[in-house]
């Protein structure tokens, strides 16, 4: 199976994920019904992404192109990918280029997420069989040549120790912030909730932090974020809400809300679900200078940085953690 029918199997993947086809429709809600927080919308959205910027056809070709990409990769190896589950196919870049790259992608899922990257895999073996020998799925990942792993901080720590013979790429729980100007306009503002509330707030690149201008007036901010007043019908969502609203009360800590998120003046980028941390700034340049050597900052939007509501949308060469993820798999060719 060379390059350009790996190409053109994944578009025809992608025009597949576009589709209203009843089977698509079942397996989405069977994936919902596996796991609640993957609501129907999330899901679509995390669908409707990859469609659009990994799997359109031109995007592949200028993507493959930057790359000296062999028609047909001799030196194939086996690399193993552990996926996480915090967000509907949260792995499928992984998997996308291991997939281009002609090594064969070994796969062990989250239990909170195997249900639709091993249908949209067995479409692919349906569009072209000779997939077979590029995709599997197992529970344990043995005598891999290579790994590529995420998880949390402490998960990450096994990841380094039981791969540390091979090559790797390890990815740690991170998440990413906003800074505000307090000239924002309502579209900036009614995108920037997005950011922060997509997949409740569990990926990455949610927005879990904004930095704001001393004298910032809040109101504007909280009625844009009314655009997701729907999930306070959700139950998992607002039992953590409620939890982070009682902890707030007894410890006699400031917060404001618009009975969907709390906003909490907090000096940690990470934030529990259903808050949003807040912290003042004097000086937008040394702020920018400080997040952008924090490690534990996937992206920065705001402040000529990643433009408000594009946190969740990354191009197919926006790799996470700055790590090509296509050159590591390139260099494994060479070792023969």
Not at 125 to 152: H, P, R, W
Not at 316 to 322: H, K, L, P, W
Request: glycine content about 4%; charged content about 25%.
């Amino acid at each position: 199976m060379d390059l350009n029918k790996r190409i053109e199997v994944l578009e025809q993947l992608g025009k597949y994920m576009t589709s209203n086809e009843q089977e698509w429709k079942d397996v989405k809600e069977k994936a919902y019904r596996h796991n609640p927080w993957f609501l129907p919308e999330f899901i679509e959205i995390a669908v409707q992404n990859i469609s659009n910027r990994f799997l359109n056809r031109e995007v592949l070709i200028r993507f493959v192109n930057n790359y000296n990409l062999p028609p047909n990769n001799v030196f194939s190896k086996k690399i193993g990918i552990v996926m996480a589950g915090n967000i509907p196919l949260v792995g499928f870049h992984d998997f996308l280029c291991t997939f281009l790259t002609g090594h064969k992608a070994i796969i062990k899922l989250s239990s909170k997420d195997d249900i639709l990257l091993k249908h949209l895999v067995n479409k692919l073996k349906e569009y072209n069989e000779e997939a077979e020998q590029y995709v599997f799925f197992q529970d344990m990942l043995k005598d891999c040549d290579a790994y590529i792993a995420t998880g949390s901080y402490n998960t990450s720590r096994y990841f380094e120790y039981y791969f540390k013979k091979y090559p790797h790429i390890i990815r740690k729980n991170k998440t990413s912030v906003a800074i505000l100007t307090g000239e924002e306009t309502t579209e900036e503002m009614d995108k920037l909730a997005d950011d922060v509330y997509l997949f409740f707030g569990l990926g990455c690149r949610n927005v879990t932090k904004i930095f704001v201008p001393y004298e910032y007036a809040f109101v504007p901010l909280l009625d844009a974020f009314n655009k997701y007043s729907f999930l306070s019908e959700n139950n998992k969502y607002m039992n953590n809400y409620d939890y982070q609203l009682s902890i707030l009360i007894l410890n006699k800590k400031h917060y404001m809300t618009n009975g969907s998120l709390l906003v909490v003046e907090d000096s940690s980028v990470f934030s529990p679900i259903g808050q949003l941390n807040f912290e003042y700034y004097s000086d937008v340049e040394a702020l920018e200078q400080s997040l952008k050597s924090n490690e534990a900052i996937q992206c920065i939007a705001g402040a000529k940085n990643i433009v408000f509501g594009e946190a969740q949308c990354p191009a197919i060469d926006n790799f996470a953690d700055g790590v090509d993820t296509i050159k590591f798999l390139l260099q494994l060719n060479s070792k023969g």
